[in-house]
């Protein structure tokens, strides 16, 4: 059995994925990214030095694996050779692990240009982007004037579309001064670079699983920013649940053999938005720091509240999640109390149902209410070490979200983690891969 698995967000991002896919790669040949760009911030620590990647997956910290972005991706190029200079400063050769796909879509200048201008024309309804030009690009992809990778080798076609393309963001954004030569220019020779790394991902997977090569797929974002199931319009353009693996690879549904969530043992988001279990003042303020909670990508400083097992039991139903790895558990370390919140009160009504529109003035989160602990579980790495306060933290969490926490992490390090005995982690991590 191949056994390829998915580890994707189960709450608004930033959940630690990138730590847990680093930690898993070993057991994989090959790691995925299926959709999202370089508005994700995944961070690494190994033997404490940070990695920050957020184009490239995160298992190419691990020699001989094979790194795809897929045609779900949108690709920044500029920003693509940013991450893969800054890694080879930190001692990581790229060379030909990478593969990106030919149908992937390209992030030109005036994405980012118009990722702002929409901001600013939301005004107070912004979302709060990464201005990364992910939204309109992917809109031109929705809208049939994208420009994939592929398209970088026909010349002649390739000069009539940014034309077309630059032409008509002019007529948006009056006082562009962008010339359409320029931008052609930038694009063959970005084109010439990559040339390299480009193929048809969906044929390798196809052919790599066929020969018994285990796949990770590693998700950007998360559940609740998913363009579909997320808190809608404050959400990515892309999506970042289940049903993105398979679009966004060009992979059947049963090649996925198991999927994780990540979630954080409380909550966080960037951006704007509904956060129905909010944190202000200090304890928000005590999250943050200790949580060390500002964007890997932006700086900003991520909202911070509790454990909201209403999105995590909508994430596990999305995504059909097997198990949960739960992050950042430590850093609940010395609270007095914790809560988890089982429900929200919607005009004198209880749901327990993420509903469709959230609006946050109307909607006031149930909680529990559980004891917190003394002892520091920071780097903890068995189950039995944890103050019994912290192990009944999780149990009841799992509980009311409805998923087993397969996996505990106790710190940013790949080390500082319990794997549970008997869970579906023990299981898909058994056997390394001999790549
Ligand atoms: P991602 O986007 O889901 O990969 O997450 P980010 O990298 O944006 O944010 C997660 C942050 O938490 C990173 O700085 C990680 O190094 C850190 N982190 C991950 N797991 C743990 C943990 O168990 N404890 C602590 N203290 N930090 C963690
Ligand atoms: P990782 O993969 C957290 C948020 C932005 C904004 C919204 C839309 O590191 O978990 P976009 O630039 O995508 O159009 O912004 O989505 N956002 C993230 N929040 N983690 C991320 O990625 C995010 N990527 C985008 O803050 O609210
Ligand atoms: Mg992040």
Redesign the pocket.
Known sequence: MTMNIVVL?AQW?????????DLMTPYFAIVARYQGGHN??????VAGR?F??HLIP?GILHDGVTCIIGNGVVVDPPALFAEIEELAGLGIEVGERLLISEKAHLILPYHRELDILSEARRGERKIGTTSRGIGPAYEDKIGRRGIRMCDLADTKALADEVRANVDARNQIIRDSTLDWHVVYRDLLAYGGRMRRWTADASLFLANAIKSGKRVLFEG???TMLDIDHGTYPYVTSSNASIGGVCTGLGVAPRAIDGVLG?A??YTTRVGEGPLPTELFGELAERLRE????Y???TGRPRRCGWYDAVVVRYAARINGLDALAL?????LDGLDELRICTGYRIGGRVVTEFPAALSEDSCEAIYDTLPGWKEPT?GARSFDELPIEARSYVKRLEEVSGVPCAI??????RD??IIRKDSVAATWLSTPASV
């Open positions: 967000g991002g930033d959940e630690g994925k990138g730590k847990i896919v994700a911030g995944h961070t690494v620590y940070k920050v990647l995160s950007a974002q998360a990540v954080k043992a200790s949580g060390q909670e964007g890997a990508s992050t950042k558990l430590d850093v920071r505990v992490s106790t710190g940013s390090d500082e983690t």
